[in-house]
């Protein structure tokens, strides 16, 4: 994509799996990249591999240094950092507040720090890695999906209330992916989500299908359109089909 030539972007959460490889794609296609994660030898190794630059830290807070890291100007944000929390209503608070802070939270404070200066000349670029339990669910991680259907909700607010001044946002949402996060995610991970997991570099196709259409909602598993429109169309049936599948997985775990 040559709109990517020198432009200067961050992802976050790019230690591995689809940070890394969103964080591979853009600079292949000539872009500045900051790599980031709170992993430092994660963050560095990957930098290191692509001619990046490494800023490591908690995804919250490293927006003004890797701003600075570009010169002082970011034209894509990546808000890839995420938190798998598995868990029902009982999960602790702190694992409520965890998945909030930085499935949401992280997201809303690069945008305060970057939309000043991406509305005041009229551009930029912010992604979101929501995940397709924030348009559904995802049995057995209450946590996880409350906070991704935040994430979802903060992205579609963005384009909404900025698009016209122009930015752009995007939101992407696979369902499995061969990550870490999927392997953290157990027996509901391999059961729901397992059988049609893809490759990173699967989602960065998406993604970038998705700029070149100018797309909001980015589905590397094209059928979550299916399932989202029945969510809505018949949500009694929806649900109906989602309990199933949550006491299949309950047999698995007794």
Not at 168 to 192: F, N, W, Y
Not at 228 to 239: E, F, I, K, S
Request: net charge negative.
């Amino acid at each position: 994509m040559s709109s990517m030539q020198g432009a200067g972007v961050v992802v976050t959460g790019a230690g591995g799996g689809i940070g890394a490889a969103l964080a591979r794609r853009f600079a292949a296609e000539g872009a500045r990249v900051v790599v980031n994660d709170i992993d430092p030898t994660r963050t560095k190794a990957v930098a290191d591999e692509i001619g990046a630059t490494a800023v490591p830290g908690d995804a919250s807070e490293i927006v003004a240094a890797a701003r600075d890291a570009l010169d002082g100007t970011v034209d894509v944000y990546c808000a890839n950092a995420g938190l798998a929390s598995p868990g029902d209503a009982f999960a602790d608070e702190e694992v409520w507040a965890a998945a909030w802070d930085v499935n949401v939270m992280a997201h809303v404070r690069a945008a305060r720090t970057l939309l000043p200066d991406w509305l005041e000349r009229g551009s930029g670029r912010f992604i979101s890695t929501v995940s397709a339990a924030g348009l559904l669910t995802m049995v057995g991680a209450a946590p996880y999906s409350v906070s991704k259907h935040g994430a979802y909700a903060f992205a579609e607010w963005l384009s909404l209330t900025y698009g016209h001044r122009g930015l752009k946002v995007h939101a992407i949402c696979p369902q499995g992916v061969r990550t870490d996060m999927l392997t953290a995610a157990g027996s509901a991970g391999e059961l729901v989500l397992g059988p049609t997991a893809i490759e990173p570099e699967d989602v960065a196709d998406a993604l970038f299908e998705g700029i070149e259409a100018d797309r909001f909602l980015i589905l590397p598993h094209p059928e979550v359109a299916g399932y989202y429109q029945a969510r809505a169309a018949t949500p009694d049936r929806w649900l109906a089909g989602m309990s199933h599948i949550q006491q299949k997985w309950e047999g698995t775990v007794r």
